[in-house]
Every structure is written in C-alpha cells, then in structure tokens.
C-alpha cells in the first residue's frame, strides 16, 4: 500500500515515480509503500544498512522493539546435491525433497487436507474438484462489508489507514495480518494482527512484525508444521518464520535479491515445487523457484520477464490458489491508477522453462464502487476456502478516495457463495 495522495503516470516502460513516494536508494531497504514504482528515491527516510538476521518479536506495549536473530546456516547455491545422479530439469524436484513430494502417502494427506473438516480449514487455500472458481462471477464487489479501519488500530499512534489483508485459520480461529500505515512514524508501516471466532467479526490485536523500513503485504501460510510470512521491503523478497504464532516472527533469509524492487510478491507450493511470482515496473512478471523453500537465492525462471508490457495484470494481488490442480493468481490492474481492480488468470502453463497464463470468466473480481469506503479502488483479495457447499470466504481491501487525507484504504471481508 502506498502514500495517500500518489497517482501513476504511465510511460512506454514503468508507471513513473508518485508525488510523495518514499523509497531508499537501491542499495538500502525501501521505505515506499507498495504503491511506489522502481525508481522512486527516498526524500524523508534515512538509509541504514538491512540487518543481517532481523528477529522482529514484537508488544503490542513497544511494536518497534528490535532484537538480532542467530545467523542462517548458507544453502547450497542449486537446487540439486553435488551428490545426487543428475536428471533432466521437469515439473518434478530434483533435490532431497522429492521423496515426500511425490509419494502417495503425502499426496492423500494433502487431498484430505483440502476438506473444510470439523473448525479447521487448510493450511493453504486449495480446494478439491468441484469446487466454485473465487472470482466475480457469483458475487459483487459491493458485498464486501467493512471489518478493520485506521481507528481499530490501538498501539501505533494515529493511523492513516489499513490495507493488504492476509488471512490465516486454524482450530477455529480466524487471522488476519495486514500492513499498517502511520505517516508521522518511523518505521511508518509494520504489520498488525487480529482475530476472529467466524472470520466475520474481528478484533485488533497488536503489531506483530516491525522492520526498520516499510513493509506490507504479508502473505502467511503453513508448511510442514511451520508458519512462514514474506513481508516484502525493496529489492529482497524476505522470509520470515513464527517462532510463536502469530505474534514472534523472525527473518531466516531472502529468496531472492535482485537489482529491481520486487513488490507483493507471492509464494505457492505446486506441481512439487515452490514458485514466487513477483513483478518488474508493475508490468512484467517475474517467476522463481526452488524445491526447498528455506533456501536463499532461488532460481529465476529461464524466460524472466514471462510476461510483459501488461500493465493490466503484472503486478500481483493476492494470495496464489489452486482448485483443481490448477494454479491461479490475482493481479493488480493499474492502467487507469494504482489499485483500480483485481483481475484472475489461470496459468495454463508452469515449469522452469515455460510459462503460461491467460484471464478467467468473470474476471475481474474486485473494482471500484459506490460512493463509500470503496469509491476509488480494490486492490487486494485473499480467498480461503470454507469447504463443499459453502464457498470462499474472502479478505479484501478498499480505498474511498486516494488523493484524500483522510480515510484511506478499509479492510473488508465478502464471502463467494457456492455456485448453485
């Protein structure tokens, strides 16, 4: 989420630089929200060296307490072991963690996984055949009820707004994380927390997660018993790890580190492997991937950018799912300004050396509306599945008026009902 008052001016290449748009140089962590572009320098925040480890626990008494984690071990650079026979690059892991990938015990435990059972729902949002595709088609924007604003948030002074929900359930409780902005503080944006017992009521909780630069867009999952979090800053797309759910958190490296600004990038576990999709100049899409998810420094995809000059969809805006074992990925559309829509595309085509995508029916699934806290534009979407016969539940945000002071972007949540 970017500054209050920023529009894109669009040229042959990138959106240039927003009024107001706060961004380090690029050797330093980037302090711009994710409404800025790449080439946004830093007028107002003082660069500092990143932390090499940053453990980020964080009270709602003191949410920019700070405290240094122990160094990660270094990864191998590949994804294959010196010692392993070597085998053709396929959809199919190479390394040590194929063995669980590719057995049939854990490909049923997953399917099992994917059911809506008992209070529990899945640890990411795949949902089984059958299931009804979260876009637009059976429902409207305007159903989405707002359930966090600026004002809900206690421990960060006065908050300009909220915005870039992620949730994450288990045992009957409902999280969510989101980025919160705070224009007068430095750092101006951590990530908050709060709960719900049904996912439609929500309480604020605390800051969980403060970096010394701006961060948002905190996608949270669960693999292997372990929760995860990317909270993007800049050019590293940063992994975090909860060392005490959901409050602890504590940076373990960086997927990637590369010579552009990576926002809202997202992670998903498919076909075997690990894929981050990110963007270039909020047109292009940038794909990498490893088969184990700790590892620093992922392989680019062999086509990097697999998608170009699409400002319409190039930027990603929401949470990766897959229905059916096919792969989907929402998208910010830009073309008219920051954060106007989502749009859905399937990706019909995924490996190391290929990629494919094209956009679905009822596509796009968010957009601007009415007069009230969604006037101007939605621009993130987080579907999670409840299980068959009862749709997605979904967490959105909205912004009423973006060169307003005043009542920023709202977080709201609409549910997706089954197709009948």
């Known amino acids: 989420?970017?500054?209050?008052?920023?529009?894109?001016?669009?040229?042959?290449?990138?959106?240039?630089?927003m009024t107001g748009c706060q961004q380090l140089e690029s050797d330093s962590p980037s302090t711009a929200s994710h409404r800025s572009t790449d080439s946004s320098p830093s007028a107002t925040t003082q660069s500092s060296p990143e932390p090499e480890r940053q453990s980020t626990a964080t009270q709602s008494q003191s949410p920019t307490t700070e405290t240094q984690s122990a160094e990660v071990p270094a990864r191998s650079e590949t994804d294959t072991p010196a010692d392993s026979p070597a085998r053709s690059e396929t959809d199919t892991p190479t390394d040590s963690e194929s063995t669980d990938t590719q057995s049939s015990a854990e490909s049923e435990s997953e399917t099992k996984e994917a059911l809506y059972v008992g209070e529990t729902i899945p640890t990411m949002p795949h949902a089984p055949h059958g299931a009804t595709?979260?876009?637009?088609?059976?429902?409207?924007?305007?159903?989405?009820?707002?359930v966090l604003r600026a004002s809900d948030v206690t421990d960060y002074g006065a908050v300009d707004y909220v915005a870039?929900?992620?949730?994450?359930v288990e045992e009957g409780t409902w999280h969510m994380f989101f980025e919160i902005v705070n224009e007068n503080r430095r750092p101006d944006a951590p990530i908050g927390h709060a709960t719900s017992s049904d996912g439609l009521h929500?309480?604020?909780?605390?800051?969980?997660?403060t970096k010394r630069y701006h961060t948002s867009f905190p996608l949270v999952?669960?693999?292997?018993?372990?929760?995860?979090m990317c909270?993007?800053?800049g050019k590293k797309v940063e992994l975090y790890k909860a060392q005490r759910f959901p409050t602890d958190w504590t940076h373990i490296g960086n997927a990637i580190d590369v010579e552009y600004y990576s926002h809202d990038p997202t992670f998903v576990r498919y076909k075997g492997r690990w894929w981050l999709f990110t963007e270039r100049g909020n047109e292009n899409v940038m794909v990498y991937h490893s088969t184990d998810l700790e590892r620093e420094g992922w392989i680019p995809h062999e086509g990097n950018p697999v998608v170009t000059d699409r400002l319409q969809?190039?930027?990603q805006g929401g949470r990766p799912i897959v229905v059916d074992d096919r792969l989907f990925l929402y998208f910010q559309d830009s073309v008219e300004n920051y954060g106007d829509r989502i749009r859905c595309y399937e990706v019909t085509d995924l490996s190391p050396s290929t990629y494919a995508?094209?956009?679905?029916?009822?596509?796009?699934?968010?957009?601007?509306?009415?007069?009230?806290?969604?006037n101007d534009g939605m621009h993130t979407f987080d579907p999670w599945w409840l299980g068959p016969g009862k749709g997605w539940r979904c967490a959105v945000d909205g912004v009423r008026a973006q060169e307003s002071s005043e009542d920023l972007w709202t977080i709201g949540i609409v549910d997706i009902p089954p197709s009948t």
């Open 1 to 17: 989420m970017d500054w209050t008052r920023r529009r894109f001016l669009l040229s042959t290449s990138l959106i240039a630089a």
């Open 133 to 146: 595709l979260p876009t637009g088609t059976n429902f409207h924007p305007s159903d989405a009820t707002p």
């Open 164 to 168: 870039d929900p992620f949730m994450f």
């Open 202 to 209: 929500w309480t604020y909780n605390q800051v969980v997660l």
């Open 221 to 228: 999952w669960k693999y292997q018993n372990e929760y995860y």
């Open 231 to 233: 909270p993007p800053t």
């Open 313 to 315: 969809a190039g930027r």
């Open 357 to 374: 995508d094209q956009e679905v029916s009822g596509s796009p699934v968010l957009h601007e509306f009415g007069s009230d806290w969604a």
